[in-house]
């Protein structure tokens, strides 16, 4: 049977063929250390204790009908002030939508100011921007960037490709990389959007930034997050957010996102959620209304939960260290935010024992998988080339001890590769 031609063309996930290799290896009874996908085994960390009972009580109390198209008032009056505490944004709660998760609010963000054609800007490697300019028919404008940048795109790289552009796509602390934009370089890529603003004519579309931010409240050490609007205020109606408490509170499942900017885009992007029916459930948003006001329980969780987060990226990243130290082709960039370490495995053109080449970062992943119980996602996932060697490993689903035992068994695979 015939399908659409965006049915045709679209891409599925490639971090879920990976995660069918993984399954499928596991029920054979083998022991694979999954570092691969963004979320979290909830046996290790689970959401807050105060936010699940809150939301035990809020299904007692039966509030199971439809949320308002854009959220809870009280929950969106709780957003405004956790921005205010936290990031010093002034965002009055009609200025905010309340979505299932992040993914409702970066879907309309496209949708509600990119048009068919329109350029998009984003760095590559970063999640899932070139399937959104699939679904939108928007034209992707890919930034190739750097290891000797943290793989963060600067000014420089963007400045060639921004005339015109309808949408410039940023994340800080970035996925796949976790790590993040420096002050400065934050400074002038927004310095770069208001010189392109002003060169629009009156009644132009403007150049607008999407920024995601969902993992800001995961730092690490002397990083620190910044963000478009706190460094240059002018472009408050130009900077859309996508926030929420997927990252921050381990609480994927629990699918409550909120999305901030100026309240004519936040509008039509409420009608675009509505009409999509992913609002984020009525019980969820009760519960996080109250939590978000509670910071003595915001707080306390959030020590102990980034306290074992770094641990366990700062362990795999001291692995690869002492691996690179003693001779193997392997790199990783110090963490910085997020629950992700960046990765080099740098074995392209190497042979298995079975006599098998590894031509592609796909290969060495499968090779790891399967001689090293270890699964990463390569970049190439996130848009870049396959002769990339760069992967991304997710801390989330792992307990410590996972992490500090696959160090020896990546060693003994890479060692048999001639």
Not at 241 to 263: I, L, M, Q
Not at 279 to 296: G, I, R, T, Y
């Amino acid at each position: 049977m015939s399908v659409s031609v965006l049915a045709q063309n679209l891409r599925g996930s490639e971090i879920i063929k990976i995660a069918g290799e993984i399954n499928e290896l596991k029920r054979q009874g083998q022991n694979i250390a999954n570092l691969t996908i963004g979320d979290f085994d909830s046996n290790i960390y689970p959401i807050p204790a105060p936010l699940k009972q809150g939301i035990v009580e809020a299904y007692g109390a039966d509030q199971t009908n439809y949320p308002p198209a854009d959220g809870m008032l009280n929950l969106r009056e709780s957003v405004s002030g956790f921005l205010k505490d936290r990031y010093n944004l002034d965002y009055a709660p009609n200025q905010i939508l309340i979505s299932g998760g992040s993914r409702p609010l970066i879907y309309s963000i496209y949708l509600a100011v990119v048009d068919p054609g329109d350029k998009v800007v984003f760095p590559t490697p970063s999640w899932n921007n070139n399937h959104y300019c699939d679904l939108t028919g928007a034209e992707s404008v890919m930034i190739e960037t750097q290891p000797e940048h943290n793989f963060m795109p600067t000014a420089d790289e963007i400045r060639p490709h921004i005339k015109g552009a309808a949408l410039l796509a940023l994340c800080s602390p970035l996925n796949p990389t976790g790590t993040m934009f420096t002050k400065k370089d934050l400074e002038e890529i927004c310095d770069l959007v208001i010189a392109e603003n002003k060169t629009r004519k009156a009644g132009e579309k403007p150049l607008y930034i999407l920024y995601d931010q969902i993992y800001s409240q995961l730092t690490f050490g002397h990083h620190e997050h910044f963000n478009p609007v706190s460094l240059r205020p002018e472009l408050k109606d130009h900077v859309i957010f996508v926030d929420g408490a997927s990252k921050c509170f381990a609480s994927t499942g629990v699918r409550v996102g909120w999305g901030f900017g100026p309240a004519n885009v936040i509008n039509n992007m409420k009608a675009i959620v509505g009409h999509m029916g992913a609002w984020s459930p009525k019980a969820e948003q009760v519960a996080m209304a109250k939590f978000l006001k509670e910071d003595d329980n915001v707080n306390s969780y959030l020590s102990t939960f980034k306290s074992r987060i770094q641990s366990s990226l700062n362990t795999l990243h001291q692995g690869f260290q002492q691996l690179k130290a003693e001779g193997f082709k392997v790199d990783s960039i110090e963490p910085m935010g997020a629950i992700y370490l960046t990765i080099k495995v740098d074995y392209a053109g190497k042979t298995t024992p079975d006599g098998d080449l590894l031509k592609t970062a796909t290969d060495i992943n499968f090779y790891l998988i399967k001689n090293a119980g270890v699964a990463l996602v390569p970049f190439s996932a996130f848009g870049t080339d396959e002769d990339v060697n760069w992967f991304r490993a997710s801390v989330g689903a792992s307990t410590l001890q996972d992490i500090e035992q696959l160090i020896p068994r990546v060693k003994e695979a890479l060692a048999k590769l001639k």
